[in-house]
């Protein structure tokens, strides 16, 4: 087991202090994006990987074409910060308004997005089920790294060294900006609870005007049967594994009470007394 974790360390690199998948990213993308230029009609969705951002991106592209008949383009590679470096370049020539999926940790955002005021949704879920995602994310799809176990993954995870760093720095890295003004958090399982609620939220923050009518027909689309089904069309080979299963306590099936436990501790010391610790609502749902 120990010779599996030093494997899987050489299938990252450390881009100022986290470490990314090296399929992925790159050292060239990551000075690229230090210049990316923002608009001010770009929508970012920030989230730590597995936590829903696919789902929002659909449904903001719905709600983007129910109102403008636009039809979103999709990137090679959705997440802004993976793929070449002359990615960048290219996108100058996609038509507003452009939808920016990204993991990176807020202070490493390109500053542009700040400075030309584009609109952030920000993504949370409960990190038991997100972990879980995770996990299975990694060992199910090809040409990814795997990990040898539930509990070799679960180990790196709390540590931090997996894909993206420690989701516990992500969150307490966005805990200070969350009620920034062109800023919106949005958690799982709220959408998971009230889906045509969570929606009607999204289009008033991003100022698109809907119908009740045009509302509910999005949410008739976009629940995880509805996505699901249509996966490959939309996502290609991947996409049976972006939408795996979608749903709320999946965490049961794979922590032990020790490893429950060592969640709860470090969700105690790290974001029990922040805004977004009582956002997230740990107790609910873990
Ligand atoms: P699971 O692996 O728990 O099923 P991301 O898009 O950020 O990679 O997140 C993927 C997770 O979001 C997966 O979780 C996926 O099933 C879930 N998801 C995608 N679409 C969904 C939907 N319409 N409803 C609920 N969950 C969805």
Redesign the pocket.
Known sequence: EKSKETALSHLFFTYQGIPYPINMCTSETFQALDTFEARHDDIVLA?Y???????IL?IVSELIYAVSKIQFEYPEFPVLECGDSERYQRMKGFQSPRILTTHLHYDKLPGSIFENKAKILV?FRNPK?MA??FF??HNDVPNTPSYGSWDEFFRQFMKGQVSWGSYFDFAINWNKHLDGDNIKFIL?ED??ENLAAGIKQIAEFLGLFLTGEQIQTISVQ???Q???VKSQDTHGAVGPF??????VG?WKNLFSETQNQEMGEKFKECLVVTSLGAKLKYESYC
Not at 242 to 247: A, D, P, Q, S, W
């Open positions: 989230s990987p597995k936590c829903g951002s696919n789902w659909y993504i089920d879980v995602s299975h994310f799982y959408l998971k976009s629940t995880f509805a996505m699901s972006l939408f795996r299963k979608g749903e999946d």
